[in-house]
């Protein structure tokens, strides 16, 4: 089993920049593919960006490409999410979840339901 912690939310101006980065326990965290998820106020949770076990490759929402980069460290059992040039429509409470499965293609962790475990999430608020 593996338990996700999320940090690193916060308030942030329009234009600027957070770092979320998502904890796991667990000796095994290399064996999990990740993803962040973002939930609006009153919308349906939905997927931001993924990362396979190695951190070779990696899929992103097109509302985030090119301002968000995925990454993580197997060595500190931390997955990160750097948000650059945020947006209000960014505020959300943002996800990490965990993938045990072995993906066909990368595409298929933008799929919730993929995931085995999630964290409590943290808030992102962007202010315009």
């Known amino acids: 089993q593996v338990q996700l912690v999320e940090s690193g939310g916060g308030l942030v101006q329009a234009g600027g920049s957070l770092r979320l980065s998502c904890a796991a326990s667990?000796?095994?965290?290399?064996?999990?593919?990740m993803g962040w998820f973002r939930q609006a106020p009153g919308k349906e949770r939905v997927f931001v960006a993924a990362?396979?076990?190695?951190?070779?490759?990696?899929d992103y929402a097109d509302s985030v490409r090119g301002r968000c980069t995925i990454s993580r460290d197997n060595a500190k059992n931390t997955v990160y999410l750097q948000m650059t040039s945020l947006k209000p429509e960014d505020t959300a409470v943002y996800y990490c979840?965990?993938?045990?499965?072995?993906?066909?293609?990368?595409?298929?962790?933008?799929?919730?339901?993929?995931?085995?475990?999630w964290g409590q999430g943290t808030q992102v608020t962007v202010s315009s």
């Open positions: 667990g000796r095994t965290f290399s064996s999990y593919n």
């Open positions: 990362i396979n076990r190695n951190g070779v490759v990696t």
């Open positions: 979840a965990a993938d045990a499965s072995v993906p066909t293609k990368i595409q298929r962790l933008r799929i919730s339901d993929e995931y085995d475990y």
